[in-house]
T-cell receptor, first 115, second 112 residues
Framework: NAGVTQTPKFRVLKTGQSMTLLCAQD?????MYWYRQDPGMGLRLIHY???????AKGEVPDGYNVSRLKKQNFLLGLESAAPSQTSVYFC??????????????FGEGSRLTVL | DQQVKQNSPSLSVQEGRISILNCDYT??????FLWYKKYPAEGPTFLIS?????DKNEDGRFTVFLNKSAKHLSLHIVPSQPGDSAVYFC???????????FGKGTKLTVNP
């Protein structure tokens, strides 16, 4: 009954370091998303994927890269972390297109601090 | 350029009373709206949704109202319970797009 699992839950980085956040879902969902949440800013879409092997840019994609090599996994990479990327990151998935009355299932979040 | 606005950062109500959370949007092409609830240190969870062909959708204690002419929707919780204390996000989708646009959220506190 895992749903959407994010790894790691917490991470502290120094400016310029790189890291990858892993999102795994066991619901056989086609669509996967990465959001960031900042105080007073709500949830902003970074990148998303409509199926294995596909990725697309969201609202705030700069400084991030993503890959969807397997249907169940969606990776978010930071090649050179910056303090502005300090945030809580949420992965989400959906079975069908949200606009077709689908809904997003979210992971518990990954808190990233860049010093 | 915020397309989905939740102008009240916080709301406090007494247990048993009605909670009304408001959301305004600017994009007239939005045709599907959702409300999510988020507890601290957890991911958001889906609460209720409404299509633009309806003006009301009800699920137990939760009712969402949509006023398309005013580009306004509201979430009513009756009766409010302490366990409803959380941050509530309004979200909107445009014409079958893969993406949701979220508001900034309203923190609801239900006092016993």
């Amino acid at each position: 009954n895992a749903g959407v699992t994010q790894t790691p839950k917490f991470r502290v980085l120094k400016t310029g370091q790189s890291m990858t956040l892993l999102c795994a879902q066991d619901m056989n969902h086609e669509y996967m998303y990465w959001y960031r949440q900042d105080p007073g800013m709500g949830l902003r879409l970074i990148h998303y994927s409509v199926g294995e092997g596909t990725t697309a840019k969201g609202e705030v994609p700069d400084g991030y890269n993503v890959s969807r090599l397997k249907k169940q996994n969606f990776l978010l990479g930071l090649e050179s972390a910056a303090p502005s990327q300090t945030s809580v990151y949420f992965c989400a998935s959906s079975l069908i297109r949200v606009g077709s009355a689908g809904e997003l299932f979210f992971g518990e979040g990954s808190r990233l601090t860049v010093l | 350029d915020q397309q989905v606005k939740q102008n009240s950062p916080s709301l406090s109500v007494q247990e048993g009373r009605i909670s009304i959370l408001n959301c305004d949007y600017t994009n007239s092409m939005f045709d599907y709206f959702l409300w999510y609830k988020k507890y601290p240190a957890e991911g958001p969870t889906f609460l209720i949704s409404i299509s633009s062909i309806k003006d009301k959708n009800e699920d137990g204690r939760f009712t969402v109202f949509l006023n398309k002419s005013a580009k306004h929707l509201s979430l009513h919780i009756v009766p409010s319970q302490p366990g409803d204390s959380a941050v509530y996000f309004c979200a909107a989708n445009q014409g079958g797009s893969e993406k949701l646009v979220f508001g900034k959220g309203t923190k609801l506190t239900v006092n016993p």
